[in-house]
Each structure stands twice: as structure tokens, then as C-alpha cells.
């Protein structure tokens, strides 16, 4: 019962990332697992079985609200399948090198995902030009697959990232749409990881616990981010995923624990630092938003 709360509880902090932020659910609960000792292609297959339970809670939620460009969500789905069946045909036969590969793109997922939050602005983007087609999705959609079955993550910080740099979507649309197509992913990556792995190595509590958690967090995602805003909150997440997969990465080369912890230390600094940055940035763009308010309502009317 112990183990099934704990891991409940990673699901549902990962699910409120996720559905906050448009990513990192699969980044932050692999992490966890490759943390507990989970070998690498056990916690890929545990998290997208269990992701097959939250992306349908969270993309039936995104539909409901009008979240999701059915034409997106199409041309990436079928395409993110296929990268997903390869990327967990290659990850299962992987040997020793897999927990190093692994850690080593979770680790640079969530420097990503730090930086984004930290250092740059959080803003609505201006939409322009025509909706994106096959030749930007199809692509998109097989590196994103391949990346989320093969690292345990990266269809979030890939596929969303993408869109929203591409500023040819809405940003609502962009999280309903990836948030919507992974469903796809997480299904075909599920049915690949069954195809080609042992299902006795998989810990089906471990992957109930993850789901019952994401499920649970999925509508109170959007009410955490009017308390916490998604700079704060994509900076908290960017950092802890940094921590938790060089411990895994350094432990799985064999580095000496001295340097291990001495590492993990300056990381741990880096990464308060960035949440105080990110709290005033914060701060003060709350702040200029309330003047910019002021200001509007005391302009006379014409």
C-alpha cells in the first residue's frame, strides 16, 4: 500500500506538470523510477502504460473546452506511433548502455525545460501564417515518438516547443492538440514495449499508482497554475528532473560518490538560484500586468 501511494503521489505531481505546462509527465515520472532502481526499459513501458490512462483523462478534458485542432492532432499522431514502436523496439534491446542513454535525455529534457521557464519570457504568442502541415508535423511527430518511448519522455518538451515556436497555432491549442495526439503515442509505444518485453519485469501496481495519480491531478491542473505560475512551477520541475537523472547518470558510470555529491550539490545551488530568478521575473511581470490594467481602466473613454 506504501509503494502504491508513493508512486500515486509521482504520478500526480508529474500530471500537474504536465497539464500545466503542456510536458514533462513522462519526463518526471521516469525519473522517479530510474531513481528507485527501476530498470530503464521496465520504467518506459510502466510510464506509457499508465500515460494511456492520463492522456485520455487530459485530452477528453482539452476537447471538452475546445482545446484541440483535430487536423494537428491527426497528421502528428500517426507519425509519433511509429517513432514510439521503434524508439521501444530499440530501447529493449539495449543492454548496459540503456540507463546511461536514458538518464542522458532525460537529463537534457529537463535543462530544457528549466531554461525555458527561468531565462525566457512566458508569453502569448501572436499567431501567424497558415495552420502547420504534413511536412512539419509528419517529421515532428516521428523525432518527438522516438525521443518519448526511447528517453522515457520528450513528446511534450519536443512537440509543444515546436508549435509554439512555429506561432502558427494557438497557444491552447497547441498544449489540447499534443496533449490530445500523445494518447496515440502513449497506446502504440504501450503495445510495442508488450510486443518486445517481458511482461514479468513490469510492476502493474507501479503503473496503476502512476495512472490513478495523473488521473486524480488532471482537472486541477489549470486551478494550480493561477497559484503558481508556469514560470515557477516549469523551473521547479526543469530542476528536479536535472538532479534526479544526473544522480542516476553519474551512479551508472561509476563516478566516485565524492564527486557525486559535490555535483549534485552546485546543481542543487544552480537550481535555487534559477527559482529566484524566476520568482521575481514572476513578480515583476505580474506586477506590469496589474499597472497595464490600471492604467486601461483609468484611460477616458473617447
Known amino acids: 500500500m506504501r509503494t502504491f501511494l508513493l508512486f500515486a503521489l509521482a504520478g500526480l505531481i508529474a500530471q500537474l506538470v504536465d497539464g500545466s505546462l503542456g510536458m514533462a509527465y513522462g519526463v518526471t515520472s521516469t525519473s522517479v523510477l530510474l531513481a528507485a532502481g527501476t530498470a530503464p526499459a ?17 485530452g477528453a478534458s482539452h476537447w ?10 491527426g497528421i502528428l499522431a500517426v507519425p509519433g506511433a511509429a517513432g514510439a514502436v521503434l524508439g521501444a523496439y530499440v530501447l529493449v534491446n539495449m543492454t548496459e548502455d540503456a540507463e546511461p542513454y536514458m538518464a542522458g535525455i532525460l537529463l537534457l529534457l529537463g535543462v530544457y525545460v528549466l531554461l525555458r521557464f527561468s531565462s525566457r519570457a512566458v508569453a502569448k504568442r501572436v499567431v501567424s501564417g497558415p495552420r502547420p502541415g504534413g511536412r512539419f508535423l509528419g517529421p515532428l ?14 513528446w511534450g518538451p519536443v512537440a509543444t516547443s515546436s508549435l509554439l515556436a512555429s506561432g502558427r497555432l494557438e497557444p491552447r491549442k497547441v498544449v489540447g492538440s499534443v496533449d490530445t495526439s500523445e494518447f496515440v503515442v502513449a497506446l502504440a509505444a504501450s503495445i510495442g514495449f508488450l510486443f518486445t518485453l517481458s511482461q514479468e519485469g513490469i510492476d502493474y501496481t507501479v503503473v496503476l499508482a502512476l495512472m490513478v495519480g495523473g488521473v486524480i491531478a488532471a482537472p486541477f491542473a489549470a486551478y494550480i497554475v493561477r497559484l503558481l505560475p508556469a514560470r515557477v512551477l516549469g523551473t521547479g520541475a526543469g530542476g528536479l528532473i536535472i538532479i534526479t537523472n544526473a544522480r542516476t547518470l553519474l551512479n551508472s558510470v561509476d ?18 538560484v534559477a527559482i529566484v530568478v524566476a520568482v521575481r521575473s514572476a513578480r ?12 486601461e481602466d483609468s484611460t477616458p473613454a473617447a
Not at 520504467?43 to 492522456?55: I, Y
Not at 471538452?64 to 492532432?73: A, C, P
Not at 511581470?285 to 490600471?294: D, G, I, P, Y
Request: proline share 0%.
Open 255 to 272: 563516478v566516485a560518490t565524492g564527486i557525486v555529491t559535490t555535483v549534485l550539490i552546485v546543481l542543487a545551488v544552480l537550481w535555487v
Open 141 to 154: 511527430g516521428l523525432v518527438a515518438g522516438f525521443l518519448d518511448a526511447s528517453g522515457g519522455g520528450g
Open 284 to 295: 515583476r511581470e505580474r506586477a506590469l500586468n496589474e499597472s497595464a490594467v490600471v492604467e
Open 64 to 73: 471538452r473546452f475546445g482545446n484541440v485542432d483535430w487536423r494537428v492532432v
Open 42 to 58: 521496465i520504467a518506459s513501458a510502466s510510464v506509457h502504460l499508465a500515460e494511456v490512462g492520463t492522456t485520455l483523462a487530459s
